[in-house]
Each structure stands twice: as structure tokens, then as C-alpha cells.
């Protein structure tokens, strides 16, 4: 039986085999397998190691003349590490070297890897006519259709001419890399090209095309991808679906879609998020393409849930608004005072959220000292500025006469929000916006206004009655 192939080989069983190399001082030996290493670690996401192994083989070859072919390979291992850290000149330089060592001996198929290697920098360095012409030379140098240089290249060509607005070359190429036997990396490449090139002919208002190349991607996606990237693919699976008319191909699609974020490890804000869009959409599609109000009931109040958990006040809005009209359809009375109490408590929450970020500033950018306090009144518009009447909230009943007076001019929806910056840690330290939603049914207690979605304002444990003296003299005074 013949050895097995480096690459075939785990990163351990690659350190062990050099580790036998140093000792018996085989300096050759210690060259190839140190360049197998660093295709190893870059793999795995180390490109400091992978550069450093690399080096060490390139050194070896020139210090002890080894064969071409080995300090070819050494030198490609160092150009992908290079490239891997964003060096194109190192890059570059090894490739070229590379390229004319093979190119002695008549390598073809080694070169036209090289060559789809030196395209790819070539179109992320902007120059997309050489990066042309280097891919095409590659394709045209690899023999037979299983080589992994050729797919590379060929991915390479259809992501240019994706991003020169050829969505259905580059989709071809895409698919026969994928129908070629592409596995592994490349495989998932060609997914997401796929999947890239589906929301080109979605948005150009193609749904059949759009679904056929997101049905060709999924199988990949499935066996190759991360959670997070199946959730998207079938939620844009699932819209080409109701888009063109097909409702219970749509519905299957985004409840798999559903059951990936409920099944995943760990559901945060951004899931929770997803999974309520989803559900939203499935109770949107039941309601107005399919005319199933009783339907769509318990997807779209399991969305206003989990969109409430995530925060999402932008989309209580729209799932409230969604149920008061199944309401209306359903001659649900109840239901539609119901639904449109919670619409406009939402709306108002969303209107107060902006205004705290115009008045406050983003969560972080101060002490809660250096900010004061905010009272809005809900008008059914923008938020008015509540004017709380001079002295202290313990000043007795004429205080408490001239609040009211004034809540019935700003708030005449009897509603009103207190803003503020929240004071957490023990430090003191402004890490979120304070939102207390007020009405005489109770406080709603939310922050947010921090991080990567300012828009989101999770609820918080509402103060213990009698613990905030201006929110029990707002309470007091719109009852």
C-alpha cells in the first residue's frame, strides 16, 4: 500500500511526521510536510502559523537545493498564506515564482492553479480585466473537471461577472462546479453564488429563476453551512415561493425555517428577531394571500411574542396591526379593541425610542448624571415634551392638579413615557436608555438604545410600586 497523501492527513498527524523530520535531520522530509501544515492551518483559520511553516519550507528549499517541484509547492503554500493575511505583494511574488518553477517542467496543471490563485487577487485588488484574463488562462490549462484549481477559477470568474451583473453566467458556472463534484469549501462557494445570484433575479422580479438556483444551493447549505445561513436561505426560498404563487411550498419552507432557530444552541436577540419576521410572514401570507384569517391567528400572535421578547418594536407595530385586521375579518370584537390598544401602545413606544436617541444621544456616550430626564406625552403623532410643573412631587394636591392639567394638554391619549439613561453596574455606568411606558393600566419598563441595533428595546423588570416618585405621580394623574 502506498503512503497516504499529505493533505489526507489530520493537523496532529502532520505535526508527528514533522517532528520524526527534525529529528533525523531530513531536511527535504521536513520541507514538504511543512508545507502541508500550512495548508493545514489555514484551513483551520490560522494564518500566522500557516506563514510561518510556509516560510520555513521556501527557506529550506533554497538553503539545500531541493527539487523544483518541492519548492513550488512551498512557494504556493506561501502565497495562499499571504493572500490569506491580505499581503497581495507577497502573494503575488511567491505565485510568480511558482508559476515559472512549474512551468519548467511542463506542470500545466499546477500552473493554471497558480494562475486562478493570481485572478483572485487581481479582482480583489480591483483590476478585473487582468483578473479576467488570468482565470481564463487557468480554466484553459486544467485538464479534466474534477480539478480543484479549475472549480477555484471558475468561481472566481462567476463571482466578477455576478458583480458585473451577469447573474445567469455566473449561476451557470456555479452549478456545473457544483454538479462537477465540488465538495467540502468550494461546494459551499458555490451555494452562496448561487444563493447571490437568486436575490439578483428576485429583485429584477423573477421569482421561478430566483427559486430554481435557491433549490439548487439548499442541499449544500444543509449538508456544508452554519445554522444561521440556512435560516436565511429558506426564509428567501420561501419568499420566491409566495411570490410566485406557490403558498404551501412557501409555508413548508419558512416553518423549517422557524424550527431551525428554535432548535439552535444558543437564541439570541438577532434569532429571536428572525424567527419573529418568519412567523409574521407566515401569518401575512395566510392572511392576505390566502384568506385565512382563523389561520393566520396563531402564527401571527406567536410572532408578536417572540418579536416582543426580541425587542423588535418596530415589528409589534405591523403583527399588531395584522391581528386587529384578522379580527376585523373574524367579526372579533373584542379582538379588535384588543389589537388596536397594543398597536397604538406599540406606535407610541416606537415614536418615544427615536426621540430618546434625538434627545439622548446613543446608550454609552455619557453618565446618567450629565442627562436629565424626559417625560413624553402620547399624541397620536410625535411625542410631546411633558412640562412638569415646578417644585417637588411631595408638594401635595396642587402639584398633583397642575400635572394633570398639563398631561391633559401634552398627553391627550392619556399616555406618557419617561426616558432616561439607565444606571447599571456598580460602577454607575451608562449602558442603555431607560423607556417607562405609563397609562393608568400600568408601567411598561424597556431599555435599549445601545449596540449593533439601537432600533431594539428589550422589557425590564418595571420599578416596585412606590420606588420611582415620578412615575406613581404620572400614574396618579392620568387616572
Same mark, same amino acid.
Given at each position: 500500500?502506498?503512503?497516504?497523501?499529505?493533505?489526507k492527513?489530520?493537523?496532529?498527524?502532520?505535526?508527528?511526521?514533522?517532528?520524526?523530520?527534525l529529528?533525523?535531520?531530513?531536511?527535504?522530509?521536513?520541507?514538504?510536510? +511543512?508545507?502541508?501544515? %500550512? &495548508?493545514a492551518?489555514l484551513?483551520? #483559520?490560522?494564518? /500566522?502559523?500557516? @506563514? !510561518?511553516? =510556509? $516560510?520555513?519550507?521556501?527557506?529550506?528549499c533554497?538553503?539545500?537545493?531541493?527539487?523544483?517541484?518541492?519548492?513550488?509547492?512551498a512557494?504556493?503554500?506561501?502565497?495562499?498564506?499571504?493572500?490569506?493575511?491580505?499581503?497581495?505583494?507577497?502573494?503575488?511574488?511567491?505565485?510568480?515564482e511558482?508559476?515559472?518553477?512549474?512551468?519548467?517542467?511542463g506542470?500545466?496543471?499546477?500552473?493554471?492553479?497558480?494562475?486562478?490563485?493570481?485572478?483572485?487577487?487581481?479582482a480583489?485588488?480591483?483590476?478585473?480585466?487582468r483578473?479576467? +484574463?488570468?482565470?481564463? %488562462? &487557468?480554466?484553459?490549462?486544467?485538464a #479534466?473537471?474534477? /480539478?480543484?484549481? @479549475? !472549480?477555484? =477559477? $471558475?468561481?472566481?470568474?462567476?463571482?466578477?461577472?455576478?458583480e458585473?451583473?451577469?447573474?445567469?453566467?455566473a449561476?451557470?458556472r456555479?452549478?456545473r462546479?457544483?454538479q462537477?463534484?465540488?465538495?467540502?469549501?468550494?461546494?459551499?462557494?458555490?451555494?452562496?453564488?448561487?444563493?447571490?445570484?437568486?436575490e439578483?433575479?428576485?429583485?429584477r422580479?423573477d421569482?421561478?429563476?430566483?427559486?430554481?438556483?435557491y433549490?439548487f444551493?439548499?442541499?449544500?447549505?444543509?449538508?456544508?453551512?452554519?445554522g444561521?445561513?440556512?435560516?436565511v436561505?429558506?426564509?428567501?426560498?420561501g419568499?420566491?415561493?409566495?411570490r410566485?404563487?406557490?403558498?404551501?411550498?412557501?409555508r413548508a419552507y419558512?416553518?423549517?425555517?422557524?424550527?431551525?432557530?428554535?432548535d439552535?444552541?444558543?437564541?439570541?436577540?438577532g434569532l429571536l428577531?428572525?424567527?419573529?419576521?418568519?412567523l409574521h410572514?407566515?401569518?401575512?401570507?395566510?392572511?392576505?394571500?390566502?384568506?385565512?384569517?382563523?389561520?393566520?391567528?396563531g402564527?401571527?400572535?406567536?410572532?408578536?411574542?417572540?418579536?416582543?421578547?426580541?425587542?423588535?418594536?418596530?415589528r409589534?407595530?405591523?403583527?399588531?396591526?395584522?391581528?386587529?385586521?384578522?379580527?376585523?375579518?373574524?367579526?372579533?370584537?373584542?379582538?379588535?379593541?384588543?389589537w388596536?390598544?397594543?398597536?397604538a401602545?406599540?406606535?407610541?413606544?416606537?415614536?418615544?425610542?427615536?426621540?430618546?436617541?434625538?434627545?439622548?444621544?446613543?446608550?454609552?456616550?455619557?453618565?446618567?448624571?450629565?442627562?436629565?430626564?424626559?417625560?413624553l406625552?402620547?399624541?397620536?403623532?410625535?411625542?410631546?415634551?411633558?412640562?412638569?410643573?415646578?417644585?417637588?412631587?411631595s408638594?401635595?394636591?396642587i402639584?398633583?392638579?397642575?400635572l394633570a392639567?398639563?398631561l391633559r394638554?401634552?398627553?391627550?391619549?392619556?399616555r406618557?413615557?419617561v426616558?432616561?439613561?439607565?444606571?447599571?453596574?456598580?460602577?454607575?455606568?451608562?449602558t442603555?436608555?431607560?423607556?417607562?411606558?405609563?397609562?393608568?393600566g400600568?408601567?411598561?419598563?424597556?431599555?435599549?438604545?445601545c449596540?449593533p441595533s439601537?432600533e431594539r428595546w428589550?422589557?425590564?423588570?418595571?420599578?416596585?410600586?412606590g420606588?420611582?416618585?415620578?412615575?406613581?405621580?404620572?400614574?396618579a394623574?392620568l387616572?
Open positions: 500500500m502506498g503512503e497516504t497523501p499529505l493533505e492527513l489530520t493537523r496532529q498527524e502532520l505535526q508527528q511526521r514533522l517532528a520524526h523530520a529529528a533525523v535531520g531530513d531536511e527535504q522530509a521536513v520541507a514538504v510536510v +511543512d508545507t502541508g501544515l %500550512s &495548508a492551518l484551513a483551520e #483559520g490560522d494564518g /500566522d502559523g500557516a @506563514r !510561518r511553516h =510556509a $516560510e520555513r519550507a521556501v527557506a529550506l533554497r538553503e539545500h537545493h531541493l527539487a523544483d517541484g518541492v519548492l513550488a509547492r512557494l504556493e503554500a506561501l502565497g495562499n498564506a499571504a493572500r490569506a493575511a491580505g499581503d497581495g505583494e507577497a502573494a503575488t511574488g511567491a505565485y510568480l511558482a508559476i515559472d518553477l512549474q512551468s519548467r517542467h506542470e500545466q496543471a499546477a500552473v493554471a492553479t497558480l494562475l486562478g490563485s493570481l485572478g483572485g487577487l487581481a480583489r485588488a480591483g483590476d478585473r480585466d483578473a479576467r +484574463d488570468l482565470l481564463a %488562462s &487557468a480554466l484553459r490549462g486544467t #479534466g473537471g474534477s /480539478d480543484d484549481g @479549475r !472549480r477555484r =477559477a $471558475e468561481l472566481e470568474l462567476a463571482q466578477i461577472e455576478l458585473d451583473g451577469d447573474d445567469t453566467s449561476a451557470r456555479a452549478l462546479v457544483l462537477g463534484g465540488a465538495a467540502g469549501a468550494l461546494a459551499l462557494q458555490s451555494a452562496r453564488l448561487l444563493q447571490q445570484a437568486g439578483v433575479a428576485g429583485r422580479g421569482p421561478e429563476v430566483a427559486r430554481r438556483r433549490e444551493a439548499l442541499p449544500v447549505v444543509r449538508r456544508e453551512g452554519t444561521d445561513a440556512l435560516v436561505l429558506l426564509r428567501l426560498l419568499g420566491a415561493c409566495r410566485a404563487g406557490e403558498l404551501a411550498a412557501a419558512w416553518e423549517e425555517a422557524v424550527a431551525a432557530c428554535t439552535a444552541e444558543t437564541v439570541d436577540d428577531d428572525t424567527r419573529g419576521g418568519l410572514d407566515l401569518g401575512d401570507m395566510a392572511l392576505t394571500d390566502a384568506a385565512d384569517p382563523a389561520g393566520a391567528l402564527y401571527l400572535e406567536e410572532a408578536l411574542t417572540v418579536s416582543d421578547a426580541a425587542g423588535s418594536l418596530g409589534v407595530v405591523l403583527v399588531a396591526s395584522a391581528l386587529h385586521q384578522a379580527a376585523v375579518r373574524l367579526g372579533d370584537t373584542g379582538g379588535v379593541e384588543r388596536r390598544a397594543v398597536q401602545r406599540a406606535a407610541f413606544a416606537v415614536a418615544v425610542s427615536r426621540e430618546a436617541l434625538r434627545l439622548l444621544g446613543p446608550a454609552g456616550s455619557g453618565e446618567p448624571g450629565e442627562a436629565p430626564t424626559y417625560v406625552g402620547d399624541t397620536g403623532g410625535a411625542p410631546h415634551v411633558v412640562r412638569i410643573p415646578g417644585g417637588r412631587v408638594d401635595g394636591a402639584w398633583r392638579r397642575r392639567a398639563e394638554r401634552a398627553a391627550p391619549r392619556g406618557v413615557a426616558v432616561r439613561r439607565a444606571r447599571r453596574g456598580k460602577g454607575g455606568t451608562a442603555a436608555l431607560q423607556m417607562l411606558v405609563v397609562d393608568a400600568g408601567v411598561e419598563a424597556r431599555q435599549g438604545g449596540g439601537p428589550r422589557r425590564v423588570v418595571q420599578p416596585k410600586p420606588a420611582d416618585r415620578l412615575v406613581e405621580a404620572l400614574r394623574a387616572r
